[in-house]
């Protein structure tokens, strides 16, 4: 719990507006029940997803995985996933994919006009089957 409330404090200090968002698997109604009664008293909203196979784990190779092309919509949208330390990751299918800048010392809309997601864009659309993580992601 000391993530969730300490991810708190940092958004209600650098930007009282942000919705804060947690994307969970979970297959029993009674474990997502616990798991939203203890994130809204914590200021958080859940959002449950069902499995998805990851670029890179061994089940991407018993899967057929056809690559997307151009930019996603995890990247391009206006949500944002961030990781324990504070490091700005374009969505929850591959966390390490790239980052895109850090909670820790900048805003919402600092990490929103950054280069390093201006470039992670500009990279998706003109070769995403060149990069490493998003060009075996079949995420649109
Ligand atoms: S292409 Fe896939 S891995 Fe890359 S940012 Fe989008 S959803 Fe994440």
């Known amino acids: 719990m000391w993530f969730l409330d300490t991810a ?9 507006g942000l919705k804060l968002v947690t994307t969970t698997i979970c297959d029993s109604r009674e474990g997502r029940k616990r ?16 499995m998805g196979v990851r670029p890179g784990s061994p089940f991407a190779k018993t ?8 930019a996603c ?3 391009t949208g206006p949500n944002m996933y961030v990781d ?14 790239f980052v895109m800048g850090n909670m820790l010392n900048q805003t919402y809309k600092e ?13 998706m659309k003109k070769d995403r089957a060149g990069m490493e993580i998003c060009g075996k992601c079949r995420k649109e």
Do not use: M, Q
């Open 8 to 16: 708190r404090e940092i958004r209600d200090d650098l930007d009282p």
């Open 35 to 50: 798991w939203k009664r203890l994130l809204r008293e914590r200021g958080w909203t859940p959002e449950f997803r069902v």
């Open 63 to 70: 899967h057929k995985t056809k690559c997307a092309l151009g």
């Open 73 to 75: 919509k995890y990247v």
């Open 84 to 97: 324990y330390n504070g490091d700005v990751v374009p969505c929850c299918i591959h966390p390490k994919a």
């Open 111 to 123: 990490v929103r006009r950054s280069a390093a997601r201006r470039e992670a864009i500009l990279a």
